[in-house]
Nanobody, 115 residues
Framework: QAHLEESGGGLVQPGGSLRLSCVTS????????VKWYRQFPGKQRELVAS??????HYAPSVKGRFTISRDNGQSTMFLQMNDLKPEDTAVYFC??????????WGQGTQVTVSS
C-alpha cells in the first residue's frame, strides 16, 4: 500500500527558506515521476514543480526560488523553497505518478510565510 508523508512545513518570515520532504513507501518510487502541488484556501490545487525523467518544470511564480529534487535510494522527494513570500502561504502536497494512471498523494503540510 502506497504511503507518502510530507514534513518540513511551518511558519517562516518573508525572505526565508524551508525544505519540504516527502518520504514514500509501498511502491517502486524510482519508476515514478514526482510533483509538488499547493492549495490556497478555497482554491484548487496548483502545480508548483515536477520532475519527470530528469526534466524539471516550475510554475512561473516559483521559478528561480524553488527547487525540486529526489533521492531514489531513500524513496524521498524534496522541495527547497527560498526567498519565500507571503503569497506562497498554502498547504503543500507531494505526488508520485506514472502515466499508466498510478497516482499517489501525501496528506499535505502547511507553509505559512508571515512576519
Amino acid at each position: 500500500q502506497a504511503h507518502l508523508e510530507e514534513s518540513g512545513g511551518g511558519l517562516v518570515q518573508p525572505g526565508g527558506s524551508l525544505r519540504l520532504s516527502c518520504v514514500t513507501s509501498g511502491f517502486a518510487f524510482a519508476k515514478f515521476g514526482v510533483k509538488w502541488y499547493r492549495q490556497f484556501p478555497g482554491k484548487q490545487r496548483e502545480l508548483v514543480a515536477s520532475l519527470t525523467s530528469g526534466i524539471t518544470h516550475y510554475a512561473p511564480s516559483v521559478k528561480g526560488r524553488f527547487t525540486i529534487s529526489r533521492d531514489n535510494g531513500q524513496s524521498t522527494m524534496f522541495l527547497q523553497m527560498n526567498d519565500l513570500k507571503p503569497e506562497d502561504t498554502a498547504v503543500y502536497f507531494c505526488n508520485a505518478f506514472q502515466f499508466n494512471g498510478d497516482d499517489y498523494w501525501g496528506q499535505g503540510t502547511q507553509v505559512t510565510v508571515s512576519s
